[in-house]
């Protein structure tokens, strides 16, 4: 299967992280495009001379890459493509590989009635290549590993010609630079990214199939620059042409100076395709599969205590989880790190976002204290978001993973972590602490992204599973389903996940907390969350925790041990199998206590 994602705007590191893993675990192909913020990234032959200003002092990044060439630009208004696709170990099948990216762009620009093609001793794409003065309005550059590509094309739509002054552009000091807009092509990034898709099928899917996913295309998202903090519940900015994106034509009830309350959530749903009046009615009945019976016994009672007697903070609670009467009668918690206050305003969750407090110091030691406590031998912790802290949180999380080690070494620990903002180093200090499981979820479809979470981003997610599976960690990831996803798209989701190298997913349906969230587009029946843990199985995952109330920690523990038991009766693994769950984990599923809480070639081409 050909899969093609248009992810939007996302820093270069998150989208070489993304393409690793494709390359690395994928089976599919895949076509990724996107925008970058602005960098300056330099090919393995790069002669750093070349970048002739401070990319700091412009606000850009200075990235060494791992694909061929010199130094390049990449911005907004250009269409960054990478083809992450098997290239046939044969003589000179990576020159070839590299004249097909410029084929796709060729036609592309023909479909444009700009006529290009290639200049002999130079490469990239170039417009009137055979005239006196020939201009680049594509660079290309490759690596190809294991008979495997990774990186692509840049394509000039409409960038700022400027930054192409503040560099060499790919080494070539006496040849020009030109894009679409340059040459007097006024057309939208959405119109060129269509027909290169059309391309790109034609050349990688010639049997046809392919499937795509979109983020949804608006103009006003940016991802917060690298190494800045984003002031507290950021949101995408609304602009005047916000308020006219109404059905029908008619203007968005909202302005600049004042807004109905809800309306930048109505804003984004409108932009993922979801009407204003779509969905189910805040007072719509549960159907029965989703109505659960309170059930506060004595474990109930105890455990509750615990968690009051040392002034900790469960999930549970804070989100309304449906499950808290099973799962805390059982004793199983989940505990909740950083405050009770989120920087994010999610439209799905119900978590407190007032503006937050300073860490406590002394929490990591109180959840320890209750791990010991209530005798876990599997502990599950999260956290809330928290943007205004340098490291996302992340500290956090690693003293916690140490506090509940050295109390009790033999407690499995689960961790589920926000993105934090991707930054790797704040990553890293997760990483380094080794819980047992890494879980972070990627919550919704490509389209929903901005609907849902609009402070995150689906890039950004995989990216940071696919950091943690390269650093070595059993991976989780989850959804919520009913806010207007399509079955197709969760299927290309899951296959996004899975391409990664996630070993754990859950699947669960959306509850609406207030009539101030996003709305239950419909009720996925059971039938239908078993279709998703058979097709999940099928495509490879060591465990699928797939049915109406699942949320990322139900069943957490019986999930680790199913996936263990997976991993230990496959006599082989590859690049693209789980991973084996570390034998923690595997020894929480036996104990008596149920709480839980090739060569490589860089073609010389930019």
Known sequence: ???????????????????RALHDRGRDDHLLLLEHPHVFTLGVHADRAHVLVDPALVGAELVASDRGGDVTYHGPGQLVAYPVVNVPTAPRSIPCHVHGIEQVVIDTLADLRVRAGRLAGYPGVWVEAEGPAPRKICAIGVRVTRGRSMHGLALNVDPGMEWFERIVPCGIGDKGVTSLAAEGVDVPMKEVADLLVGHAVERWAPDGLFERQDVAWSPTYVHPPPHTHPPIHSDPPIHSHEVSIHPGGAPAPATLAGR????????????AGVGPGDGLPATARKPSWLRVPARMGDEFLGLRRTVRDLGLVTV???????NIFECWADGTATFMINGERCTRSCGFCLVDTRHPVRPDPDEPDRVAAAVERLDLAYAVVTAVARDDLRDGGAAGYAATIRAIRHRRPTTAVEVLIPDCRGDPSSLETIFEARPDVLNHNLETVARLQRAVRPSAGYARSLAVLARAKGAGLVTKSGMILGMGERRDEVSGALADLRAVGVDIVTIGQYLRPTAAHLPVARWWTPDEFESLRDEGEAMGFAHVESSPLTRSSYHARGAAAAAAASSSSSSSSSSSSSSSIPTTAAAAATTTTEPTATGTTAAGRA
């Not at 109905?260 to 932009?271: A, K, Y």
């Open 1 to 19: 299967m050909f899969r093609v994602r248009w992810l939007g705007r996302v820093p270069y590191t998150e989208a070489h992280a993304l393409q």
């Open 260 to 271: 109905v309350p809800g309306e930048r959530l109505r804003i984004r749903l409108r932009q």
């Open 316 to 322: 549970c609670e804070e989100a309304g989880c449906p």
